[in-house]
């Protein structure tokens, strides 16, 4: 697979999974999620996916400051409903890195382990986001703001031509670097800017 170098560059996710280290997968559980990773799950790489994974990086950071995360023993909630916007994206990405899931979820074996019933929508939060462990019941919100990273201005125009299937092939080009440019700066350049994923609570 060919992808952007920044895609190795912007930081990494490392979590403890007990179910992974139970079944072998991993010998000591520890398991390392990178950008790539949420790519390869959303199937394309944007500002939504970007602002997704930095807010759950930001999230379990904020929620283990001095261990590792535990995926499986975190609970995600939406404030929008699952068909809204980009909700469905956002939450898939958190149920990637944390485990989190809905009723079709992992059950468990002998009663530990289980992912069902950890991930809902149309919660009431006052934020984009909702992250809670499920041992100490910490809990943490936050919202993302593109916007601090503005696309470059010829975007939109090279967006309206391509989109319709128009544009030379030079025109596809330049709008696929730019529109990777802005992941790039979300990324790189501001993946701990506190005006970018704001944490409302913890």
């Not at 179910?19 to 500002?47: M, N, Q, T, W």
């Amino acid at each position: 697979m060919v992808y952007p170098e920044f895609f190795r560059l912007a930081p990494s996710i490392l979590v403890h999974d007990a179910l992974a280290e139970f079944l072998g997968a991993c010998p000591d559980g520890r398991i390392e999620y990178g950008y790539l990773d949420a790519v390869k799950l959303a199937g394309h790489s944007c500002p939504t996916v970007a602002g997704a994974y930095l807010m759950t990086r930001k999230a379990l950071q904020q929620l283990y400051p001095d261990a590792l995360p535990e995926r499986g023993e975190i609970r995600v909630s939406m404030r929008n409903s699952q068909d809204a916007g980009v909700t469905g994206v956002i939450a898939s990405i958190a149920t990637l890195i944390t485990g989190a899931a809905q009723d079709g979820g992992f059950k468990g074996i002998g009663g530990r382990f289980e992912r069902r019933n950890r991930l809902f929508f149309n919660a009431a939060i006052a934020a984009e986001m909702e992250f809670a462990r499920s041992d100490d019941k910490a809990r943490i919100q936050l919202s993302y703001h593109p916007e601090v990273v503005p696309p470059d201005p010829r975007t939109g125009e090279l967006l309206q031509v391509v989109a319709s299937g128009g544009g030379s092939a030079q025109a596809r080009e330049e709008f696929a670097r730019l529109w990777q440019d802005r992941v790039r700066r979300i990324l790189i350049g501001h993946a701990d800017d506190p005006d970018l994923i704001v944490v409302h609570g913890g």
